[in-house]
């Protein structure tokens, strides 16, 4: 009798589940509204050295020696001495640039036999494969004029000092002022570990007792579309495989500085490497600003992205606000980043771009006035004021984006666009998909300029992964991403952009966790969360089709969307419950394909990509049977791309 009774019970409520996780959704013919183009996208800012060390293709940490204090312990972060040099960093009595004031001063010991110099053991480790070429520079000078002549062997090691490629260098004694000399390595052999060195020799014979000093030493791979300053290959492409239509840069919090003087500034980041100092970044480390304003805009034009740029809106993060009638500098300063951007040749700005080999004018729509500034949003209404006047007086074609909470403080004049952050878990995600949809059709547009879920924990989003962070996204937290995103796709009527953040992290080095696209020296790891971005940006439409909407509080969410170039209708499907959730689609079209595909990512709801398993979850895809009536099942905890034919 128990058993039995078991039995029914289990039944009827297996049952009652299936019921419940049955949908029939109706499907308009007829759109809503079109789709900004502007929709997906990346925003970036160089945080767990997601630029220096990261998508910068530079491979020398501390290259050259840039805000570093000689004898301190950090001066030679990254070079050790080998073969018994005596190597330390010294500020230069003639120095590169006045940019550059510090050096690297070598002496050659008596007595020693073979390579006698120093290494530099790159961001973590150096990734060397075989029959790949690497190029690099470096300045040096002798203190004082010497007799010798002879050659440095420039080189890549393994860690048991095996070498992997080489090359030789003519190094002079008379020369007492800073020249620069340029080299390239193909390596040998692909070693065993990313535990590699760059190495500088002379040998110990015949340099014995001499003094050199070194600076602006460098070291690239092949970069991404082989541009000379590029970026890292592996890790643009992965970016580029999304497809994204903006780049927002250059934060974020890295935009500020905890100090007026440590604001992120764009004049400081252009022209030759050697004339920039480089700043202390907001997340502590030194950024060399070798990823500059100018390269951040080739890399957009590379990716197919437009730029939504960032002017400083006189606020550091340490809590200082300048005043407002001291803002004029810093106003000016903005005027000139943007004139670089799209000034033309009237303007000094547009004439130094000109002069870097790019006379038209890059692309601009969108300029964002600060980062977050609903931290000090009582100094923001006189600040975006002043600020937003004299910008929209100086380019009246351009939109500024507001950075406080959405009309909390009440900002003169009214912004047209605000940025939008947000850091929840996955449940928040999900049970927040209806966010804009009671947002006043008041001409203002939204920027989804920063989300993720980032913790199963509510109550301490921000705390350690002891207390629910995540290391990695998630299938539950892609999941809950994706059901938050087909609201932002529903609301693309007043949603012009969306943007997963951050963007880039180290895998070890890290300040923030967990990020799109996890990476170390020599690897890239796509995490389920850049799938769900990946899926979504490449699966877009141009035209918002109504349809039934989900429940608000429900576990499964959905949006369809029309590409009239290719007249497919496309539907992105979120089931964030524990069961599988069985779907009618009941289409009002008058023609609709038999078959489609599904592109579908799915597994253990708490497993991730990781180091040691980058492809354990990838979307999967496998055809469908469609038509005016179709059921389709979306696992459970799970993401579904259903795109076919209807007209």
Request: charged residues 10%; hydrophobic residues 35%.
């Amino acid at each position: 009798m128990i058993k039995t009774g078991w039995s029914f019970y289990t039944g009827a409520i297996l049952g009652l589940v299936a019921l419940v996780n049955a949908q029939t959704i109706s499907v308009s013919s007829t759109a809503s509204h079109p789709i900004p183009t502007t929709l997906w996208g990346f925003m970036f800012e160089d945080i767990s050295h997601s630029g220096d060390g990261g998508l910068y293709g530079e491979l020398l940490q501390n290259r050259a020696f840039q805000l570093v204090t000689p004898g301190s312990g950090n001066a030679l972060n990254s070079w050790s001495a080998v073969n018994g040099a005596t190597i330390s960093v010294i500020r230069e009595s003639t120095p590169i640039s006045t940019a550059l004031p510090n050096a690297l001063h070598v002496v050659i010991p008596t007595g020693r036999n073979g390579g006698v110099g120093f290494a530099n053991a790159g961001f973590s480790g150096i990734a060397v494969t075989s029959g790949t070429t690497y190029t690099g520079s470096f300045f040096y000078r002798f203190p004082a004029s010497s007799g010798f002549r002879g050659s440095a062997t420039v080189s890549l090691q393994s860690s048991s000092g095996s070498t992997l490629g080489d090359t030789t260098v003519s190094l002079s004694g008379a020369q007492t002022s800073w020249a620069q000399v340029s080299f390239s390595i193909r390596a040998n052999s692909t070693p065993g570990d990313l535990n590699n060195r760059f190495v500088i020799t002379l040998d110990g014979g015949s340099a014995a007792g001499q003094t050199i000093n070194f600076g602006l030493l460098s070291l690239f791979p092949p970069t991404f579309r082989n541009r000379q300053n590029g970026m890292r290959n592996d890790i643009a492409s992965a970016l580029a495989e999304v497809g994204p239509s903006f780049w927002r840069f250059p934060g974020g919090n890295n935009l500020e500085g905890g100090t007026v003087d440590q604001r992120w500034q764009w004049n400081a980041t252009v022209g030759p490497l050697q004339n920039r100092a480089g700043r202390q970044g907001d997340w502590g480390y030194i950024n060399t600003d070798g990823l500059g304003l100018f390269e951040y805009l080739l890399w957009c034009e590379d990716l197919g992205a437009e730029p939504i740029m960032a002017v400083w809106s006189g606020f550091a993060l340490g809590g200082t606000s300048v005043a407002q009638n001291q803002l004029g500098p810093f106003i000016q300063q903005s005027i000139d980043q943007i004139n670089f951007v799209i000034g033309d040749d009237s303007t000094e700005p547009g004439r130094l771009r000109a002069s870097l080999g790019h006379p038209d004018p890059f692309k601009l729509t969108y300029v964002e006035i600060g980062n977050e500034d609903f931290f000090a949003a009582n100094t923001y209404t006189f600040r975006w004021t002043t600020y937003a006047n004299a910008l929209k007086n100086a380019f009246p074609q351009l939109h500024f984006i507001a950075t406080t909470n959405v009309n909390s403080p009440v900002l003169t004049p009214k912004p047209t666009e605000y940025d939008v952050h947000v850091y929840q878990t996955p449940t928040w995600f999900a049970q927040n998909s209806f966010f804009y949809d009671g947002f006043a059709r008041d001409g203002t547009h939204y920027f989804e300029g920063e989300y993720a879920a980032i913790s199963t924990n509510p109550n301490d989003i921000f705390g350690p992964p002891s207390d629910g962070r995540l290391i990695f996204p998630t299938v539950e937290s892609a999941a809950g991403e994706a059901a938050f995103m087909t609201g932002l796709e529903r609301n693309s009527d007043i949603v012009f952009a969306a943007s997963y953040a951050p963007l880039l992290g180290h895998v070890t080095n890290n300040q923030w966790t967990p990020n799109l696209v996890a990476f170390d020296a020599g690897n890239v790891y796509r995490s389920t969360s850049f799938y769900v971005q990946k899926l979504f940006s490449q699966n877009r439409g141009d035209q918002y089709i109504p349809s039934t909407l989900p429940s608000s509080t429900g576990t499964v969410f959905w949006s369809v969307v029309r590409k009239t170039s290719t007249g497919q209708l496309i539907i992105k499907i979120s089931n964030t419950g524990s069961s599988a959730a069985r779907l009618t689609f009941n289409l009002a079209f008058n023609n609709v394909a038999t078959s489609g595909t599904a592109q579908v990512l799915t597994g253990v709801p708490t497993s991730s990509n990781t180091p040691q398993n980058p492809n354990l979850i990838t979307p999967q895809t496998s055809n469908i049977s469609t038509g005016k009536s179709f059921t389709y099942n979306a696992p459970a905890v799970s993401v579904n791309v259903l795109t076919f034919g209807a007209s």
